[in-house]
């Protein structure tokens, strides 16, 4: 090869070198082989805001009452609850516990007494209703001894010897239920305490009768909210150690409110002579009160139960007389 061809390879080598770009380095490489940080590289991610109330492994800790289906208005309910505990801690449990103090157990016995006999009407009637035929004849009985021995119902004459026709609670929201009406929702209401839309109904229904079937003086708002009053009193005075027990307990709305649906439902089934009514549980006894200046706790005497304890009737296929 001559020298002027070999130094024109020579020349093309070196033009070709020359176009050709230098290889691209970004700052994060050469950071990196510098053993030098760089922004563009990724940084180690910080740890992620922990939320309170998220689960946090076997250290969770939860606060919120479980939802109950028997219960959509919760929210609701245990605000009412609460205005409820407010008013009877600052007013209408100081009166029932002076109204204790001032009237003498034998007058409060005999007003609890003619009240009760004011309502037998209404539970022969849903006896009748439940083609319970014996005991609609009893209830009728023991209305009768007690109208006229019992001087108005003033004593109680027909619990003792030789009748032995203790009182029983019925009325139309036990109807419902024995005829597989469902409850509806629970409520907690004023003046009422722990119900469900279903006894709701049957309490303005047993209410009504009365008035709507004898007229005077019970669709007299002079006999009826003195009566009512006295009646409302007389629950509150002497559920004092009941309302007691439910406040200490953990959850005192829940209490009330699984007792309340706890104890209906055995008293139906009780009714329907499918099993014996069951006590309710935890610290609450079965006369225990709602916390409210309202009806009795669930109404806990059992209807098909003497007054000494509860007692099933013979278990059926279907509803008994």
């Given at each position: 090869?001559?020298?002027?061809?070999?130094?024109?390879?020579?020349?093309?080598?070196?033009?070709?070198?020359?176009?050709?770009?230098?290889p691209?380095?970004?700052?994060?490489?050469?950071?990196?082989?510098?053993?030098?940080?760089?922004?563009?590289?990724?940084?180690?991610?910080?740890?992620?805001e922990?939320?309170?109330?998220?689960?946090?492994?076997?250290?969770?800790?939860?606060?919120?009452?479980?939802?109950?289906?028997?219960?959509?208005?919760?929210?609701?309910?245990?605000q009412?609850?609460?205005?409820?505990?407010?008013?009877?801690?600052?007013?209408?449990?100081?009166?029932?516990?002076?109204?204790?103090?001032?009237?003498?157990?034998?007058?409060?016995?005999?007003?609890?007494?003619?009240?009760?006999?004011?309502s037998?009407?209404?539970?022969?009637?849903?006896?009748?209703?439940?083609?319970k035929?014996?005991?609609?004849?009893?209830?009728?009985?023991?209305?009768?001894?007690?109208?006229?021995?019992?001087?108005?119902?003033?004593?109680d004459?027909?619990?003792?010897?030789?009748?032995?026709?203790?009182?029983?609670n019925?009325?139309?929201?036990?109807?419902?239920?024995?005829?597989?009406?469902?409850?509806?929702?629970y409520?907690?209401?004023?003046?009422?305490?722990?119900?469900?839309?279903?006894?709701?109904?049957?309490?303005?229904?047993?209410l009504?009768?009365?008035?709507?079937?004898?007229?005077?003086?019970f669709?007299?708002?002079?006999?009826?909210?003195?009566?009512?009053?006295?009646?409302?009193?007389?629950?509150r005075?002497?559920?004092?150690?009941?309302?007691?027990?439910?406040?200490?307990?953990?959850?005192?709305?829940?209490?009330?409110?699984?007792?309340?649906?706890?104890?209906?439902?055995?008293?139906i089934?009780?009714?329907?002579?499918?099993?014996?009514?069951?006590?309710?549980?935890?610290?609450v006894?079965?006369?225990?009160?709602?916390?409210?200046?309202?009806?009795?706790?669930?109404?806990?005497?059992?209807?098909?139960?003497?007054?000494?304890?509860?007692?099933?009737?013979?278990?059926?296929?279907?509803?008994?007389?």
């Amino acid at each position: 090869m001559s020298l002027t061809t070999f130094t024109t390879v020579l020349l093309m080598a070196g033009s070709q070198a020359d176009a050709t770009p230098p290889p691209q380095v970004d700052a994060a490489s050469a950071a990196i082989a510098l053993g030098q940080p760089s922004a563009a590289a990724p940084q180690d991610n910080p740890p992620a805001e922990t939320d309170p109330n998220q689960a946090q492994g076997d250290g969770i800790v939860v606060t919120a009452r479980e939802s109950d289906p028997a219960d959509p208005l919760d929210e609701v309910n245990v605000q009412s609850f609460k205005a409820v505990q407010s008013v009877d801690k600052a007013v209408v449990g100081p009166v029932a516990q002076g109204y204790k103090k001032a009237v003498p157990s034998p007058i409060r016995s005999g007003l609890r007494n003619i009240l009760s006999n004011l309502s037998e009407p209404i539970v022969f009637l849903n006896y009748l209703l439940q083609f319970k035929l014996g005991k609609s004849a009893e209830t009728l009985g023991r209305f009768t001894v007690n109208s006229t021995l019992g001087f108005a119902g003033l004593f109680d004459i027909a619990k003792k010897k030789p009748f032995h026709l203790p009182h029983r609670n019925n009325g139309f929201g036990y109807t419902l239920g024995y005829y597989g009406v469902k409850t509806g929702p629970y409520l907690y209401l004023p003046l009422i305490g722990p119900t469900t839309v279903r006894d709701l109904f049957g309490r303005v229904v047993d209410l009504s009768v009365l008035p709507a079937a004898v007229g005077q003086p019970f669709n007299d708002p002079a006999f009826a909210i003195p009566t009512t009053t006295v009646r409302l009193l007389d629950e509150r005075a002497e559920s004092q150690n009941e309302v007691e027990a439910i406040r200490a307990s953990a959850d005192p709305y829940a209490t009330v409110r699984d007792n309340y649906l706890r104890q209906r439902q055995a008293e139906i089934d009780a009714l329907r002579g499918r099993t014996a009514p069951a006590e309710p549980t935890g610290t609450v006894p079965e006369d225990a009160q709602p916390l409210a200046p309202a009806l009795p706790y669930g109404s806990t005497t059992p209807d098909d139960a003497p007054a000494s304890g509860p007692a099933a009737e013979p278990a059926t296929a279907g509803p008994t007389a």
